[in-house]
């Protein structure tokens, strides 16, 4: 269907307009209604749109804007409307704005080696990633805390102790629970901020070698300046942003690793400039007189412009700068010395600008609870108001009401926080010891049950799901495949076409084989298997951007490193480095079959063949890969022979049109895709003199032209890629984490929607998103194709929602433009798929995705990395995991959890997940009922007493209720679980339960409500009706009736029981009887006591015991009879299950 939609042509008025607005910058538009025209009315156009529609909406799509009327909708309408919050958060940000004073970001010329020439003051060059200083941490840490209206609640009723009129019972009562929340809560974030301190300042004090003058000078990290000359050492961090100067390798270039910027694992080359590089001494650096013009900081780590200038020399020296001459901060140097000068420092870093600040984190339990609370307030609110109406408004009755308020202020127990708080450092041991997932650390103790919860997983994809090791997996002729067992095979044809090459005396005749195919006009001759394995390993061993890089010897270091070691060309200290980890693993493997590169320079490289002679290839040309052409090429000149070959490989979507016709490549390429093998297609040219020397005139012409320049580079090239000869097919392996497949599956069973943002490129993510079976094999793969405007999203975004249950892979720049103008429908549809996958995304637009998801969806959300371009998106999460992986520990040191391997979020969530989020629930509302089992206590008596507003329970009662008397065994529901590990992983559907927050709702929330009422009410009217001719003894009958069902309540509530709860149980039984005997004057009723305090005899009388007995189990039994009728009626889901 969707092929039939008519495009019909857009009239020519329009396409003028349309380019107009597209080329015109948001600077240049000056009237308000000029882009009316055309966008305007792109916001009204439905998105959603039947086939139907799309196809009678073309006439409509140059209608005239009806935007001007929604301009005017102002006034008081629009102040009504949500105005007035408009202006509340305006004034508030130009309020923070002017507070902070932002520095407007400017580009800056720099002078090498003269910080003190700089026009502007910059930054300091200091890590920070501590959340207060000395000064705020105090009543940030407070503030904090009471910004929840569970603790300001508690606060304020402390307080009201300090005033006589209200003092209702001990101080200690009120300030000693409120102390200890806040002493554990200060203790704990002093630690954590103390360590974050202590790694700030680690990173702060390395040192470094600053160029002066006088020579080199020994310097800080954190007191490096712009314009400083810094000399970094191979294997040391790069310390600010820098423009490449100077290195000690010949080349005039260096590697340098960016796992901790991009995540990407692979080296980059960086290449010095060249005026410098140039220059006979380093001091010579200060004898000219230069400088850096360098663009405004900004936070695209993959772009940069500037230009080297240098003034002394005639003529003046100028040259563009661009991103390969650059070394950003928190880079490492991975061989030779390199000298830069400082374009940017501190906060004006790449990689600074790229991390997010740390939000303080709060679990959607603890949110739900806050809910809770005020619904609790209100009820306190409302029963007060009730008592002092029934009381008639007598005498100072407001005074009244607030003594009511600070006697029924137990609905809302204070422990609740206490308990939780100890709760959630229960589960985070129990993770940390849980010996199915080593090594994991819980770096945040305060939303574990946030792993319960969860229902996005964003993941990351090298280092997280794949190892990033590339291992050759296939080799394929058309006729013949070999696969890992059969590589010695190939190694047996190698040797044995070179040694017969080499014992084939002169020259001329070496290349018999070979040649048989060069000259155009040759027959077509069978080739023998023998010799088109040769002829395709030396095409992989030649076609590639890899340099073998030799370790040094001891003793060799500085400018010399590698000038000594060059010749040196042993197996053992020699690796192989190439902008990607795929080429790496191809080199190697020729390696392996005995054709091994030796070296490499800018003009040439070496092969050394299984017999040990050195073959020489002059580099003619090299065309690089990029991610439009999708392959790359190399023209090589045989140094023996004088032969001049053109090979090229790349993905077979484009190779297959450049190759000669052929009937096996399209079925193998999808055979190995299916496999989860990475292919490439590698075929060769042989050129003439003459076809060549025409092609490099063409295209040195083509290079120097101003206009359109890579248009007609692309044009020359394109030219000499026809009927090439397909050689082979290879395929390679990226092998995933172990445990990666069931892992998956089991996230996608349970119910998580699987998200992966990567760097990588779009072919390499499809391929993991295949293997790693995050995308299932019957599911249809939809690739959004690059749009760069809002028309173009808007048809594609069109042709997206045509497909049903596909996968979505859309690159960061596309996602870009798509959330620009449509950021609502996108996200819309975007959760619609079974999974996503977005490629090339920065680590800010990582962080960006994980806010989209929360803002337009609401659920909790998920990020895993292991990088630290993954930071952003881990701190942006409701719930951060780190990976320790190969590409460092910082992902690790920012998340709330840390882990090993990524097959232990499995376990992570489906069972302590559930355990966390389901214990805290139970205990949270326990805590609720036993506070609201007592205030209806004390309602039912107060009422009885003609609303006096008299304490039922004196103070050291009330503290013990809540602590000695009945907390552990309500603490011990912390080691309760509804469902054995083995069978939440067994059956991770169990999880989709958990996300529908079922287990705390105001639904339960009300049952517990209804449940303290009942109970209160038959405890205190059957103390009551039960003891009318002992009156006085009714707190102690009331209070151990109360004791005792709460100890019952405990454990009807339990589903698994643990012997630390029997011992709980018993502990705190044990506790009540022996302070029945030693406490016995706190048992008069209150203050108003008849005198008659409680002897020991009375208690041990069988008439205290039965009717004790009769209130409890009044009290509880109809509780357990209803338990055991919803078990049989309406049971768990899991129930089924265990059974």
């Known amino acids: ?53 799309f196809e009678n909406d073309e006439s409509d799509y140059h209608t005239l804007p009806r935007a001007r009327i929604s301009q005017r909708k102002r006034g008081l309408e629009w102040f009504v409307c949500g105005g007035w919050k408009f202006l509340c958060t305006s004034c508030c940000d130009w309020l923070i704005n002017v507070c902070r004073r932002k520095k407007e970001l400017k580009a800056r010329t720099v002078w090498l080696g003269c910080p003190e020439k700089c026009e502007e003051k910059y930054p300091r060059n200091a890590i920070k990633n501590q959340k207060y200083n000395i000064f705020t941490f105090i009543p940030g840490v407070l503030y904090e805390q009471f910004k929840f209206f569970l603790n300001l609640y508690f606060l304020v009723v402390s307080c009201s102790q300090f005033v006589p009129a209200l003092k209702i019972g001990y101080l200690y009562t009120y300030w000693a629970p ?106 010579d650096l200060f004898s000219i007189n230069a400088y850096v013009y360098a663009q405004k900081p900004q936070m695209d780590i993959h772009s940069f412009e500037g230009n080297f200038t240098r003034d002394d020399s005639d003529p003046t020296v100028h040259e563009s700068l661009s991103i390969e001459n650059t070394l950003w901060a928190s880079t490492v140097v991975a061989s030779g010395t390199v000298i830069g000068v400082v374009i940017y420092t501190g906060k004006e870093t790449r990689s600074v600008m790229n991390t997010s600040n740390p939000k303080n984190k709060v679990g959607l339990l603890d949110l739900e609870l806050n809910q809770l609370t005020k619904a609790l307030f209100l009820a306190l609110v409302a029963l007060s108001v009730v008592m002092v109406t029934l009381q008639g408004f007598v005498g100072p009755w407001y005074r009244n009401l607030f003594r009511f308020l600070l006697l029924f202020s137990y609905i809302i127990p204070i422990s609740l926080r206490v308990n939780l708080d100890m709760g959630k450092a229960a589960y985070g041991w129990m993770i940390m010891k849980d010996d199915n997932i080593p090594r994991t650390v819980v770096r945040t103790s305060t ?28 080799l394929h002729l058309g006729t013949v495949s070999y696969g890992t067992d059969t590589m010695d095979e190939i190694q047996n044809h190698i040797i044995n076409s070179y040694s017969q090459m080499h014992s084939q005396s002169s020259g001329n005749t070496t290349s018999s084989t070979p040649s048989r195919k060069m000259q155009p006009s040759a027959p077509k001759v069978r080739k023998t298997v023998s010799s088109r394995i040769h002829e395709a390993v030396k095409a992989i061993a030649l076609c590639h951007n890899v340099t073998p890089v030799y370790e040094s010897r001891a003793g060799v270091t500085g400018e010399t490193e ?122 060769k040219k042989s050129l003439t003199e003459e076809q060549y020397q025409d092609f490099e005139n063409r295209y040195n012409q083509a290079k120097l032209s101003l206009h359109d320049r890579a248009l007609k580079v692309a044009a020359v090239v394109e030219s000499l890629e026809r009927e090439m000869e397909l050689l082979c097919l290879t395929g390679v392996e990226d092998q995933l984490q172990a445990d990666v497949r069931p892992t998956l599956e089991m996230l996608r069973n349970a119910g998580i929607k699987i998200w992966m943002l990567t760097g990588d490129k779009l072919e390499t993510a499809t391929c993991i998103a295949k293997s790693s079976h995050l995308v299932s094999r019957a599911q249809d793969i939809h690739i959004f194709r690059p749009v760069t405007n809002r028309v173009e999203a808007h048809l594609e975004l069109n042709a997206f929602r045509r497909k049903h249950d596909c996968a979505l892979v859309i690159s960061g720049d596309s996602l870009e433009v798509c959330l620009k103008y449509y950021e609502h429908e996108f996200v819309e549809l975007a959760c619609q798929c079974p999974a996503v996958v977005c490629c090339r995304c920065s680590p800010t637009q990582k962080a960006h995705i994980v806010k989209l998801l929360q803002h337009h969806t609401g659920k909790r959300t998920c990020a895993i990395g292991d990088g630290g371009n993954d930071v ?65 206590m004390q309602a039912v008596f107060s009422s009885v007493f003609y609303f006096a507003s008299v304490p039922l ?75 009318e001719s002992e009156f006085v003894h009714v707190v102690a009958i009331s209070f151990t009736a109360l004791i005792l069902t709460e100890l019952l309540m405990v454990a009807l509530t339990i589903r698994t029981w643990h012997w630390l709860m029997v011992v709980a149980e018993f502990f705190s039984l044990g506790c009540y009887v022996a302070s029945l005997a030693f406490l016995n004057e706190y048992f008069g009723i209150g203050r108003v006591s008849f005198g008659a305090f409680l002897d020991f005899a009375f208690i041990t009388t069988v008439t205290f015991l039965w009717k004790v007995s009769a209130i409890t189990v009044v009290s509880c039994l109809p509780l357990y009879i209803l338990k055991y009728l919803k078990r049989k009626f309406s049971p768990p889901s899991y129930s089924k299950l265990t059974s």
């Open 1 to 53: 269907m969707a092929d039939q939609i008519p495009l019909h042509p857009v009239p020519r008025s329009t396409q003028r307009r349309a380019a107009y607005y597209n080329n015109a910058s948001g600077a240049q538009r000056h009237n308000r209604y000029q882009v009316e025209d055309e966008s305007s009315h792109l916001d009204e156009m439905p998105l959603m749109m039947s086939e139907e529609g």
């Open 178 to 283: 409120l102390g200890f929340v806040l002493a554990v809560t200060v203790l704990r974030e002093a630690v954590d901020e103390f360590r974050r301190y202590q790694r700030d300042k680690e990173m702060n004090s390395q040192l470094y070698s600053k160029l002066t003058i006088r020579g080199k000078v020994q310097v800080k990290s954190s007191d490096i300046q712009v314009g400083d000359l810094i000399i970094v050492e191979k294997n040391q961090r790069i310390p600010s942003d820098m423009v490449f100067l100077r290195t000690s390798e010949k080349t005039g270039s260096c590697f340098i690793r960016t796992d901790q910027l991009d995540g990407e694992t692979d080296w980059k080359l960086k290449v010095a400039v060249s005026c410098t590089q140039r220059l006979p001494a380093l001091g």
């Open 447 to 474: 939303i574990p049950e946030e792993l319960g919860r969860l229902v996005y997983l964003l993941t990351d994809k090298t280092g997280t799901l794949t190892q990033n090791e590339m291992i050759f997996k296939r």
């Open 562 to 683: 590698y000038a000594e070691v060059d010749q040196d060309f042993s197996d053992e200290s020699r690796t192989y480095q190439a902008s990607s980890p795929d080429e790496v693993a191809l080199v190697q493997w020729t390696e392996s079959v005995g054709l091994t590169l030796v070296n490499r320079d800018l003009i040439s490289m070496q092969l050394k063949t299984p017999g040990g002679q050195i073959l020489t290839y002059y580099i003619l040309q090299i065309f690089p890969f990029t991610s439009e052409s999708k392959r790359m090429g190399i023209i090589v000149r045989d140094e023996t022979t004088g032969e001049i070959t053109f090979y090229m490989k790349g993905a077979d979507v484009a190779m297959s049109s450049i190759v000669q016709y052929n009937d096996w490549l399209e079925e193998e390429c999808g055979n190995m895709a299916r496999e989860g093998l990475r292919t490439l297609v590698v075929a």
């Open 872 to 936: 952003s998106m881990i701190q942006a999460a409701d719930c951060g995991i780190g990976i320790e992986g190969k590409e460092g520990k910082q992902a690790s040191l920012a998340a709330d959890f840390s882990i090993t391997q990524f097959k232990h979020i499995g376990r992570l969530l489906m069972v302590h997940g559930r355990n966390s989020y389901k214990r805290s629930a139970a205990l949270g509302q326990f805590v609720m009922h036993r506070g609201l089992i007592i205030s209806t």
């Open 953 to 1027: 329970y004196q103070g050291f009662l009330m503290v013990g209720y809540a602590t000695i008397y009945t907390m552990f065994p309500v603490f011990s529901l912390v080691l309760d679980q509804d469902v054995k590990p083995e069978m939440a992983l067994l059956y991770p559907e169990l999880y989709k339960d958990l996300t529908k927050g079922r287990s705390l709702s105001f639904k339960t929330f009300l049952v517990w409500v209804l449940i303290s009422i009942y109970q209160g009410g038959i405890l205190m009217y059957g103390a009551l009706l039960l003891f």
